[in-house]
């Protein structure tokens, strides 16, 4: 669930920006493939990747948790309804 709720944020960023994920993965250094993995939540990246995609986005750190705090919350509210 936080690999997806970080992989949902990460996208939603993305998005606002207008921007596609070849973009993104160019500028941060990331490979396209590994890109799609984290942004599908299949791979856990670490700080410092996940350093490299924040001025690609345009966004502090702090604004990318805000993001990840509200995917995460909604993704708990779907699953306790499932549930």
Wanted: with cysteine; charged share 30%.
């Amino acid at each position: 669930m936080i690999c997806r709720a970080l992989g949902e944020a990460i996208v939603n960023l993305r998005r606002r920006k207008g921007m596609a994920q070849d973009t993104l993965a160019l500028e941060s250094g990331i490979e396209r493939a590994h890109m799609s993995g984290i942004e599908r939540g299949k791979y856990n990246p670490g700080f410092a990747t996940v350093y490299r995609l924040l001025p690609a986005l345009g966004v502090s750190f702090t604004e990318l948790v805000e993001e990840f705090e509200r995917v995460l919350r909604r993704q708990k509210r779907k699953h306790n309804k499932v549930n």
